[in-house]
């Protein structure tokens, strides 16, 4: 079965940092985009950052440029997203999500849209406050 996992949330204070972690289990990560997003309370859900399937290409919101920091370890089978100088408004619950490339020429696009994306983890609560 085809499971992605994440972990890594919590609490933490503005300026803080936080690493997630994107573990899939039932499927090697070696052909696939991997993409983070997240959704807070009321709103839809946001991409957050992108990495491509050869791990040459990386895509990130606006929002979280120079912040945020996308890494992907396929020996592990695992997606990082490493989070610093975290603020208040990146509170929400954070996705990872995985789609498959089907051709090798595919294998450095990015992408931030929802769409695309064919299996998502259950999500880690990530809360920036004082």
């Known amino acids: 079965q085809l499971q992605l996992v994440e972990s890594g949330g919590g609490l933490v204070q503005p300026g803080g940092s936080l690493r997630l972690a994107c573990v899939a289990s039932?499927?090697?990560?070696?052909?696939?985009?991997i993409g983070w997003f997240r959704q807070a309370p009321g709103k839809e859900r946001e991409g957050v950052s992108c990495?491509?399937?050869?791990?040459?290409?990386?895509e990130y919101a606006d929002s979280v440029k120079g912040r945020f920091t996308i890494s992907r370890d396929n020996a592990k089978n695992t997606v990082f997203l490493q989070m610093n100088s975290l603020k208040p408004e990146d509170t929400a619950v954070y996705y990872c999500?995985?789609?498959?490339?089907?051709?090798?020429?595919?294998?450095?696009?990015?992408?931030?849209?929802?769409?695309?994306?064919?299996?998502w983890g259950r999500g880690t609560q990530v809360t920036v406050s004082s």
């Open positions: 039932g499927f090697t990560l070696d052909y696939y985009r």
């Open positions: 990495i491509s399937a050869n791990g040459i290409s990386t």
């Open positions: 999500a995985a789609v498959r490339m089907a051709y090798k020429g595919t294998y450095y696009y990015t992408s931030l849209k929802v769409d695309p994306y064919n299996y």
